[in-house]
C-alpha cells in the first residue's frame, strides 16, 4: 500500500524558515515525480512544487519561486520542501503527492504550517 | 497562464440525484491531463478520475469524466451519503504546469 507521510510543519515568524519532510513507502520511489501540493484555512487546493525521480527536473509556482526548494532522497525514500522567507499567506496544509502522468494519484495526510507572529 | 473556472460553486442534492459538475480551462488542453479529486473534510484528496475519463484504482463506476479540449465534466450517476463532498478539477502541461480548479461542493438538499 503507498503511503505518504508528512512531517515538520509547525509555528514559524515571518520571515523565518522551515524544512518539510515526506516519507514514501509501499512502492518502487525513484522513478517517480513527487510534489507538494498546499491548501490555506478554508481554501482551494495549490500546487506548489514538483521533482522527478532523478531530480533533474524541478519546478515551482510563482508564488514561492525563490524562495522555497525541493529536493529528494531516493535512498531514504524522503522528499523535502525547504521553506524560507516565509509570509503570513504561506500559511496553509502541505500535503505530498506523487504524480503519474501529471496527475497526483497518491496523498499524504497533510503537515501544518502557521506563519504568524 | 491556463485558468480552470468550475461550476456551480456549490450543488444542493439529494441521494439519489443526479450531479452534473463542469470545469472549463481558458485555453484548450493540449493533451488529456484533466484529473479529478474528492476531498472531504479534514482528509486529504483523492484521485477519482485521471486522463479525462479513467477511473483511478477503486471508485466506483457511478463516477464518471467526459469531455475535450476546454469543457470537461464530472457525473456522479446517482448520489451515495458518501459523495457529499468537494470536487476539484487539475490540468498538467500548461502554463502553470500544474494547476487547480476553484472547487465546486456537493451538499445535502
Known amino acids: 500500500e503507498v503511503q505518504l507521510v508528512e512531517s515538520g510543519g509547525g509555528l514559524v515568524q515571518p520571515g523565518g524558515s522551515l524544512r518539510l519532510s515526506c516519507a514514501a513507502s509501499?512502492?518502487?520511489?525513484?522513478?517517480?515525480?513527487m510534489n507538494w501540493v498546499r491548501q490555506a484555512p478554508g481554501k482551494g487546493l495549490e500546487w506548489v512544487s514538483y521533482i522527478t525521480g532523478d531530480s533533474v527536473r524541478i519546478l515551482y509556482a510563482d508564488s514561492v519561486k525563490g524562495r522555497f526548494t525541493i529536493s529528494r532522497d531516493n535512498a531514504k525514500n524522503l522528499v523535502y520542501l525547504q521553506m524560507d522567507s516565509l509570509r503570513a499567506e504561506d500559511t496553509a496544509v502541505y500535503y505530498c503527492a506523487r504524480s503519474v502522468r501529471g496527475q497526483f494519484d497518491s496523498w499524504g495526510l497533510g503537515t501544518l504550517v502557521t506563519v504568524s507572529s | 497562464e491556463i485558468v480552470l473556472t468550475q461550476s456551480p460553486g456549490t450543488l444542493s442534492l439529494s441521494p439519489g440525484e443526479r450531479a452534473t459538475l463542469a470545469c472549463r480551462a481558458s485555453q484548450s488542453l493540449s493533451s488529456n491531463s484533466l484529473a479529478w479529486y474528492q476531498q472531504k473534510p479534514g482528509q486529504a484528496p483523492r484521485l477519482l478520475i485521471s486522463d479525462i475519463s479513467t477511473r483511478a484504482t477503486g471508485i466506483p463506476d457511478r463516477f464518471s469524466g467526459s469531455g475535450s479540449g476546454t469543457d470537461f465534466t464530472l457525473t456522479i450517476s446517482r448520489l451515495e451519503p458518501e459523495d457529499f463532498a468537494v470536487y476539484y478539477c487539475?490540468?498538467?502541461?500548461?502554463?502553470?504546469?500544474?494547476?487547480f480548479g476553484p472547487g465546486t461542493r456537493v451538499d445535502f438538499k
Open positions: 487539475q490540468q498538467y502541461g500548461g502554463s502553470p504546469v500544474f494547476s
Open positions: 509501499g512502492f518502487n520511489f525513484n522513478p517517480y515525480s
